[in-house]
């Protein structure tokens, strides 16, 4: 199988470092060229679910504009220039909740829309955290942290309760790890 070409690219809307909007020309593997194919640039992001020394989550209950109610979350943010995925992972913790975590594991990384662009999302599983100083999140939404068994998070992924696909991903993912490996 053969991948698409990306012959041209234009910029349509530079808006703020959160997003862009280009207008690519590819060339599919026949030759047949499209001339208008919408492309969209956000920032990539990481989730991380924290599960402290204790074995509770670390989850928050919050509002975002985009979202009818309210939501679980787990922790995230957005991935700095040049920074790596483990450090955003890390600083987005401490900045949200307080906590530092003694085992970091990666669950991978997962394009959020392969045809029209948008980001990468970086998941992560953050084991033994402990709190070591007061959150410091710079975030605009109200959000509550909470601490949460295992039986609760699986609960709120069960029904629903993260409303956002990466969220619910990052989530199921720990879960199907910390099973794996015969914890918690």
């Known amino acids: 199988m053969e991948q698409w070409k990306t012959v041209s690219r234009r910029t349509i809307l530079a808006h703020d470092k959160f997003l862009t909007v280009e207008a690519h020309q590819v060339q599919l593997p026949d030759g047949q060229l499209i001339d208008d194919w919408s492309w969209v640039k956000t920032p990539d992001f ?3 679910v924290a599960v402290t ?16 109610g309210t939501s679980l979350a787990p922790v995230g943010g957005y ?3 040049g920074e790596e995925p483990l450090a955003a992972a890390k600083r987005e913790l401490m900045e949200e909740t307080g906590f530092l ?14 045809n029209r662009g948008y980001a990468r999302g970086h ?22 942290l909470m601490r949460v068994s295992r039986q609760e998070m699986e609960a709120g992924l069960n029904a629903g309760e993260f409303k956002v696909v990466p969220w619910s991903l990052a989530v199921a993912l720990a879960l199907r790890r910390l099973e794996q490996n015969g914890r918690v």
Not at 62 to 68: A, L, P
Not at 123 to 144: I, N, S, T, Y
């Open 101 to 114: 975590a003694a085992r970091w594991t990666s669950l991978g990384d997962y394009l959020m829309d392969p």
């Open 46 to 48: 990481v989730n991380v």
């Open 123 to 144: 998941m992560f599983l953050a084991e033994g955290a402990r709190e070591v100083a007061a959150p410091d999140a710079d975030d605009l939404e109200e959000q509550l």
């Open 53 to 68: 020394e204790g074995g509770q989550f670390l989850c928050f209950r919050q509002v975002k504009y985009g979202i009818e």
């Open 79 to 81: 991935i700095e220039p």
